[in-house]
C-alpha cells in the first residue's frame, strides 16, 4: 500500500471528468483522475454538443477533431412523424440558422454521440497528465479533515488498494455519485419521470431517410419514442417508452428487433441488436455542490431529462467554472471562498435548465432544441463586480429562454465579434480570453498596460489584450463600440478564463484601483 499527493482528486471519467481534468492541466494545475470503468462509454448516450460546449472545446483546441467525428452540420435537424417513412413528416432546424442575423458564436453546436467525444477527451486528456489519468480504479472511500481529503482507491484488475492525499476531491461520478453520498449531500427533487429502453442497432436506413436526414427523429401517435442518428446510415439508436407496469424489460433480440422495424414503418428492416441499456428519466438537484473539501460537477450536482440535450452541456459548463477557480485557489492567488462562487453560479443555472428540460418531457406538442440558451448565462456572485446603476439583479434568472443578446454587462459571457486574424490568429473576441485573467481593451494603451503591470505585480497573473491591434480588426467595424456603448474608447473588460465578464469599467485614475478590483473578485482579502 502507497500514499500520493495531488492537488486534486476528481473521480470520474466521462465527458465532464475529463473536461475537467483538459482545462485543470492547461491551468498548470496538478492532478489525478480515476474512472472505475476501464474503457470510455460504448454506448452513445448524450450525443448533443451545445454552441458553449463547442466554445469551450475550441480554447481547449479541440474543436477541430470535434467537429470532424460528429454528424455534417446539415443533419442537425429534427424530424417528426408517425414512422421513418411517414411522408407527412415535419423536419426543422435549430432556433437559429446561419445567416439569420448576427452570428453569436463561432463554434455552433453538433450531434457527437457520447461514446464518440469520450475518446477523443480522454486523448487530449493524456497528453499532459499521462499516467495520472487512470482508468479502472474505483473510489473505496475517503476522509475529508477541512484541510483536504484522504481516499482509499482500488486497482480493479488486481484489488491493490493504494490511499491518496488531495487538495480537493471532485465527484464527477454521475447520478449515483459515491463521491456525494459520502459527503452527506443529498439531492432533491422527482424520479421516475419515465423508464426507456435504448436499442443500439445496426440497419440500411441510410438510403430511406436521405431526403430527411436529421439528428433525432421523433415519432408521434400512435407511433412511441424515437429514434436517435448516430451516423445516419447504418448506426443507430431507438430509445423505447417503457410502461410504468412493465413487469421486465424485453430482451429478446428477435423482439427487439420487431420493435424497431414497427417503430420505423419498415417490416422488412435487416436489422442487427448491438446492445440494451435502461433508463430512469429524473429532475434532481444537489442540496449543495460544496462541502468543505468536496465539490460536485455534472450529474453528480444534477440530474436533468435529456429532453432538450441539455445534461452533458450543463456538466461540461460546470467543469469550465470550476476549473480556473480550483486553479486560482491552489496557487494562491485566490482565496477559497471563491470556490462558493461555484454554487453561486452553477446551481440557479442548474436548477432553471431542469424546470425548462422537465417542461419539454410534458410537452407532447414537441419543443424546440435550443442550441444557445447555454450561451445566455449571466452570473451573480461575488466573482462578479456588478455595474454601479445595475439594481435588483436577485430577481433575475440566470438563463433568458426567449434568446440570446449580446452584451458587456458584469456576469455575462463575453460576446463573439468575428475578427481578422492578427498575430495571435484570433478570428473571434472569445479567443483572446485566458488562460489566466484578461484585461480587454479596445485598442493598445499604454495607460491601461501601467494597471494590468500593477495587477502582475501583485503575483496574480493577468494578459492585457486588445481587440483592434496591428493587424487585427473587427471584421464589420463599429460592432464593438455599439456593445460598449458610450465612452467605448477608454473602457475595458475584466474577462475571467471562463469567458465570462468580471468588471466593466473606465480608465481609473488611481494605480491601484485594478490590483483591489481583481482581489476582489478572487476573494483575496
Not at 452540420?73 to 429534427?78: D, I, L, P, R, S
Not at 463575453?414 to 485598442?443: N, Q
Amino acid at each position: 500500500m502507497t500514499e500520493s499527493h495531488t492537488s486534486v482528486l476528481i473521480v470520474g471519467g466521462g465527458p465532464v471528468g475529463l473536461t475537467l481534468s483538459c482545462l485543470l492541466s492547461d491551468q498548470g494545475v496538478d492532478h489525478v483522475l480515476i474512472e472505475s470503468h476501464t474503457g470510455t462509454s460504448r454506448h452513445p448516450k448524450a450525443r448533443g454538443v451545445s454552441a458553449r460546449s463547442m466554445e469551450i472545446f475550441r480554447r481547449m483546441g479541440l474543436e477541430k477533431q470535434i467537429r470532424a467525428a460528429g454528424l455534417p452540420a446539415e443533419q442537425v435537424h429534427f424530424y417528426r412523424g408517425r414512422d421513418l417513412v411517414d411522408p407527412d413528416y415535419i423536419r426543422h432546424g435549430l432556433g437559429a440558422q446561419p445567416g439569420e442575423g448576427p452570428e453569436r458564436t463561432p463554434s455552433p453546436g453538433l450531434i457527437c454521440s457520447q461514446d464518440v467525444l469520450e475518446p477523443l477527451l480522454l486523448r487530449h486528456a493524456k497528453e499532459p497528465a499521462g499516467s495520472r489519468i487512470r482508468f479502472g480504479i474505483r473510489l473505496v472511500s475517503f476522509e475529508d479533515d477541512g484541510y483536504g481529503v484522504r481516499a482509499a482507491v482500488e486497482d480493479r484488475a488486481t484489488g491493490r488498494l493504494d490511499h491518496l492525499r488531495a487538495d480537493w476531491l471532485v465527484g464527477c461520478d454521475g447520478a449515483a455519485s459515491t463521491v456525494r453520498t459520502g459527503a452527506g449531500i443529498a439531492m432533491e427533487g422527482p424520479t421516475g419521470l419515465g423508464r426507456y429502453l435504448s436499442v443500439r442497432f445496426e440497419a440500411p436506413l441510410g438510403e430511406i431517410v436521405a431526403d430527411r436526414a436529421s439528428a433525432s427523429y421523433f415519432l408521434t401517435v400512435p407511433g412511441r419514442g424515437g429514434f436517435m442518428a448516430v451516423d445516419n446510415d447504418r448506426h443507430w439508436i431507438y430509445q423505447y417508452p417503457l410502461g410504468p407496469d412493465a413487469e421486465t424489460d424485453p430482451t429478446d433480440p428477435g423482439l427487439l428487433a420487431d420493435l424497431v422495424r414497427t417503430a420505423a414503418g419498415i417490416p422488412g428492416l435487416n436489422v442487427t441488436v448491438r446492445d440494451t441499456m435502461t433508463w430512469r428519466m429524473d429532475a434532481q438537484l444537489a442540496d449543495s455542490y460544496r462541502h468543505s473539501r468536496v465539490l460536485l460537477a455534472g450529474d453528480a450536482a444534477h440530474v436533468i431529462p435529456p429532453t432538450g440535450g441539455h445534461g452533458m452541456n450543463t456538466g461540461i459548463g460546470d467543469a469550465d467554472n470550476l476549473s480556473w477557480k480550483l486553479a486560482a485557489v491552489t496557487a494562491g492567488h485566490a482565496g477559497e471562498a471563491l470556490l462558493d462562487t461555484y454554487e453561486a453560479e452553477r446551481r440557479p443555472l442548474a436548477r432553471q435548465v431542469i424546470d425548462i428540460s422537465t417542461a419539454n418531457a410534458t410537452n407532447r406538442a414537441g419543443y424546440r432544441i435550443d442550441d444557445e440558451l447555454l450561451l445566455t448565462a449571466t452570473y451573480r456572485s461575488a466573482a462578479v463586480i456588478p455595474d454601479p446603476d445595475h439594481t435588483g439583479a436577485g430577481n433575475q434568472r440566470v438563463l433568458d429562454s426567449s434568446g440570446y443578446r449580446p452584451g458587456c454587462r458584469p456576469g455575462e459571457r463575453l460576446p463573439h465579434i468575428r475578427l481578422t486574424p492578427g498575430p495571435a490568429d484570433a478570428t473571434s473576441t472569445l479567443d483572446l480570453v485566458g488562460p489566466g485573467l484578461t484585461l480587454l481593451t479596445t485598442e493598445d494603451d499604454p495607460r491601461w498596460q501601467a494597471q494590468a503591470e500593477a495587477v502582475r505585480q501583485s503575483g496574480i497573473p493577468l494578459t492585457l489584450r486588445a481587440v483592434q491591434t496591428t493587424g487585427q480588426r473587427e471584421a464589420t467595424p463599429g460592432q464593438w463600440a455599439d456593445l460598449l456603448g458610450a465612452d467605448h474608447a477608454d473602457t475595458a473588460l475584466l474577462v475571467r478564463p471562463d469567458g465570462h465578464i468580471a468588471w466593466r469599467g473606465t480608465l481609473p485614475a488611481n494605480p491601484t484601483t485594478l490590483p483591489t478590483l481583481v482581489q476582489r473578485v478572487l476573494a483575496d482579502r
